[in-house]
């Protein structure tokens, strides 16, 4: 018995299908997949590695299809451009305290430094898959059982050191920040793979830098909408809600969002605006107080500091305030009278709504321009009906004519004008005129998927080259950017497991605690690509350079709506990112 823990250690190190640990957590297992031994046992002895694809999810216990001649990943970039690379090690034997260095990037005497490289090691999480029709990804998934699950590569963890399993592949992936004041010019460097006992391995980068410029992302035109979720991070982190500890343990993952060109603060007027939809349902930031002789009195405290921890995070262009019309039309209180919680029922077009809502926009109204941010300010409702907007607008108006109002949800032309910020559900599309008079108007215009499109999509198990194509087809199709409902919506385990009782896996959120997604990076990827774009059809259109703007439009065309459905999304991308890098 004295040897049992011993052979235990042994085991869960070498078996090829048990957990693997790494550091502070356990990858959960797919218990319906083992290592093909035979397969592995055609590999030579030694651990090996090579440059993969970025597009491909390489699976944890099959031996990877990498190209004989994968020791050098070449790309091209603009100066301030992020690039992303993804290398595979691949062993038969344990490797234990894996590390990954990479080197100054140098060409010539100009340097693009080792800290503006980001190597971190892909693990697991597990997935499942589309309704069983293949057509979207809605509907409650009470029974796990009823659903194909399994591991699926999408954390970028970032531990100094690592083990690699026997009969095990370990992506790496690589990420670029290309500085903004860099030379143009040729790039060379070298990832370095070290484990304790096993010699090095070694693969070269080459980046070919152009003598063009990305801005950073806070000037980045294109109108990014992820929203976040500050109480799930309270609970994930299990700190008090509101606290120091709080903010702290956000400011992270909020920055992350920053970096990607974030530009709305996702604000709750009201308790569970979505019905409670997420693990951690939504609060009211504002409360709410009726006093005996029926005034009202309204806390912003908790309102005030998280719009302003955002901005301090450089998230500052819009603040959408959620939610005049709920999917339960149910809004709470605190009453003096009875020194209790207490909610109203009504519903857009009754009495008691307009005097509800229409006292606290009055005073909102007034906040907002006390703090300087009114402007800023918007009144937001998702998936609403016209018939209830237009009630809802009333209010608004009635209470500020000034108000911006948005609206995510499907296009209604009678109600188009009163909306400051619109997005439409994928498939749709303003009509050009439309269009033209909200860009000359300011007005902001965006597309939005969930769980309903099947492709493209951000789910654990969706293509990374659909991400990027998102980016593509915002310019395709002339939205200023895009919006998704969930950045950080966690699931009880999200580092190890992104299935939830309601939508496919990973609707709910794009990043995970502390740690990046191949689905987020390849999601900046395309936003980078929409500003290229953006950038060079005015060049070509100025300088008249009509043969140019030809070849870039034919490019971006590729990605219309509909062609998502008929064409290879990896393959469009790989052919029009090549015709942009070609200028």
């Given at each position: 018995?004295?040897?049992?823990?011993?052979?235990?250690?042994?085991?869960?190190?070498?078996?090829?299908?048990?957990?693997?640990?790494?550091?502070?957590?356990?990858?959960?297992?797919?218990?319906?997949?083992?290592?093909?031994?035979?397969?592995?046992?055609?590999?030579?002895?030694?651990?090996?590695i090579?440059?993969?694809?970025?597009?491909?999810?390489?699976?944890?216990?099959?031996?990877?299809k990498?190209?004989?001649?994968?020791?050098?990943?070449?790309?091209?970039?603009?100066?301030?451009?992020?690039?992303?690379?993804?290398?595979?090690?691949?062993?038969?034997?344990?490797?234990?305290?894996?590390?990954?260095?990479?080197?100054?990037?140098?060409?010539?005497?100009?340097?693009i430094?080792?800290?503006?490289?980001?190597?971190?090691?892909?693990?697991?999480?597990?997935?499942?898959?589309l309704?069983?029709?293949?057509k979207?990804?809605c509907?409650?998934?009470?029974?796990?059982?009823?659903?194909?699950?399994?591991?699926?590569?999408?954390?970028?963890?970032?531990?100094?050191?690592?083990?690699?399993?026997?009969?095990?592949?370990?992506?790496?992936?690589?990420?670029?920040?290309?500085?903004?004041?860099?030379?143009?010019?040729?790039?060379?460097g070298?990832?370095?793979?070290?484990?304790?006992?096993?010699?090095?391995?070694?693969l070269?980068?080459?980046?070919?830098?152009?003598?063009?410029?990305?801005?950073?992302?806070?000037?980045?035109?294109?109108?990014?909408?992820?929203?976040?979720?500050?109480?799930?991070?309270?609970?994930?982190?299990?700190?008090?809600?509101?606290?120091?500890?709080?903010?702290d343990?956000?400011?992270?993952?909020?920055?992350?969002?920053?970096?990607?060109?974030?530009?709305v603060?996702?604000?709750?007027?009201?308790?569970k605006?979505?019905?409670?939809?997420?693990?951690?349902?939504?609060d009211?930031?504002?409360?709410?107080?009726?006093?005996?002789?029926g005034?009202?009195?309204?806390?912003?405290?908790?309102?005030?500091?998280?719009?302003?921890?955002?901005?301090?995070?450089?998230?500052d262009?819009?603040?959408?305030?959620?939610?005049?019309?709920?999917?339960?039309?149910?809004f709470?209180?605190?009453?003096?009278?009875?020194?209790?919680?207490?909610?109203?029922?009504?519903?857009?077009?009754d009495?008691?709504?307009g005097?509800?809502?229409?006292?606290?926009?009055?005073?909102?109204?007034?906040?907002l321009?006390?703090?300087?941010?009114?402007?800023?300010?918007?009144?937001?409702?998702?998936?609403?009906?016209?018939?209830?907007?237009?009630?809802?607008?009333?209010?608004?108006?009635?209470?500020?004519?000034?108000?911006?109002?948005?609206?995510?949800?499907n296009?209604?032309?009678?109600?188009?004008?009163?909306?400051?910020?619109?997005?439409?559900a994928?498939?749709?599309k303003?009509?050009?005129?439309?269009?033209?008079?909200?860009?000359k108007?300011?007005?902001?215009?965006?597309?939005?998927?969930?769980?309903?499109?099947?492709?493209?999509?951000?789910?654990?198990?969706?293509?990374?080259?659909?991400?990027?194509?998102?980016?593509?087809?915002?310019?395709?199709?002339?939205?200023?950017?895009?919006?998704?409902?969930?950045?950080?919506?966690?699931?009880?385990?999200?580092?190890?497991d992104?299935?939830?009782?309601?939508?496919?896996?990973?609707?709910?959120?794009?990043?995970?605690?502390?740690?990046?997604?191949?689905?987020m990076?390849?999601?900046?990827?395309?936003i980078?690509?929409?500003?290229?774009?953006?950038?060079?059809?005015?060049?070509?259109?100025?300088?008249k350079?009509?043969?140019?703007l030809?070849?870039?439009?034919a490019?971006?065309?590729?990605?219309?709506?509909?062609?998502?459905?008929?064409?290879?999304?990896?393959?469009?991308?790989?052919?029009?990112?090549?015709?942009?890098?070609?200028?």
């Amino acid at each position: 018995m004295k040897y049992l823990p011993v052979i235990i250690f042994y085991l869960s190190f070498t078996h090829p299908c048990l957990a693997q640990t790494y550091g502070e957590y356990t990858e959960l297992t797919d218990a319906g997949t083992c290592a093909d031994r035979t397969a592995w046992d055609k590999m030579p002895s030694s651990p090996q590695i090579g440059w993969g694809s970025a597009d491909v999810r390489y699976a944890k216990l099959d031996v990877p299809k990498i190209p004989g001649n994968s020791n050098v990943w070449k790309t091209k970039a603009w100066r301030g451009e992020r690039v992303n690379a993804q290398a595979v090690i691949w062993t038969a034997r344990r490797l234990p305290e894996v590390r990954i260095t990479v080197s100054d990037l140098t060409s010539g005497r100009d340097v693009i430094p080792s800290s503006a490289v980001r190597p971190s090691f892909v693990r697991y999480v597990m997935t499942d898959e589309l309704n069983k029709d293949g057509k979207g990804a809605c509907g409650h998934r009470p029974d796990r059982a009823e659903w194909d699950s399994s591991l699926v590569a999408d954390v970028l963890y970032r531990p100094e050191l690592t083990e690699i399993r026997a009969y095990t592949a370990q992506p790496v992936w690589i990420n670029v920040h290309i500085p903004q004041d860099v030379r143009a010019g040729v790039y060379k460097g070298v990832v370095t793979v070290s484990a304790k006992d096993f010699a090095d391995m070694t693969l070269k980068l080459e980046i070919t830098v152009a003598d063009r410029l990305l801005p950073p992302p806070e000037e980045w035109r294109f109108h990014l909408d992820l929203w976040q979720n500050p109480y799930s991070a309270a609970r994930y982190y299990d700190v008090p809600l509101w606290s120091d500890a709080h903010f702290d343990a956000m400011r992270p993952v909020m920055k992350m969002l920053a970096d990607a060109g974030q530009k709305v603060i996702t604000a709750t007027i009201m308790h569970k605006p979505w019905n409670g939809q997420t693990e951690d349902h939504f609060d009211s930031m504002v409360s709410k107080t009726r006093n005996i002789d029926g005034t009202w009195e309204y806390d912003y405290t908790v309102f005030d500091r998280w719009v302003e921890f955002m901005m301090e995070t450089g998230i500052d262009r819009q603040i959408n305030c959620y939610t005049l019309i709920p999917w339960a039309l149910n809004f709470d209180y605190f009453d003096r009278a009875t020194n209790r919680i207490r909610f109203i029922e009504t519903r857009p077009g009754d009495a008691e709504y307009g005097n509800y809502w229409g006292a606290f926009l009055r005073d909102f109204s007034a906040h907002l321009r006390g703090r300087g941010w009114f402007e800023r300010t918007t009144i937001a409702m998702d998936e609403r009906g016209p018939d209830a907007m237009k009630e809802a607008i009333k209010v608004i108006r009635a209470a500020d004519p000034e108000f911006k109002i948005s609206l995510a949800g499907n296009y209604h032309g009678e109600i188009e004008d009163d909306l400051y910020d619109l997005s439409l559900a994928f498939g749709q599309k303003f009509p050009e005129d439309v269009k033209a008079s909200r860009e000359k108007a300011g007005r902001i215009s965006t597309v939005y998927t969930c769980c309903a499109e099947a492709r493209p999509n951000t789910f654990t198990f969706s293509p990374p080259a659909e991400a990027a194509w998102i980016g593509w087809h915002a310019a395709a199709d002339n939205y200023d950017g895009y919006l998704r409902w969930a950045y950080n919506s966690w699931t009880v385990d999200p580092l190890r497991d992104s299935r939830f009782r309601t939508w496919a896996a990973g609707d709910c959120y794009l990043v995970y605690p502390g740690y990046s997604s191949i689905r987020m990076e390849r999601l900046v990827e395309g936003i980078q690509d929409y500003e290229k774009i953006h950038l060079l059809r005015k060049e070509f259109a100025d300088g008249k350079a009509t043969a140019k703007l030809k070849k870039l439009e034919a490019a971006v065309a590729l990605f219309a709506a509909g062609n998502i459905h008929t064409r290879n999304a990896t393959d469009d991308l790989r052919t029009a990112r090549r015709i942009l890098n070609s200028f």
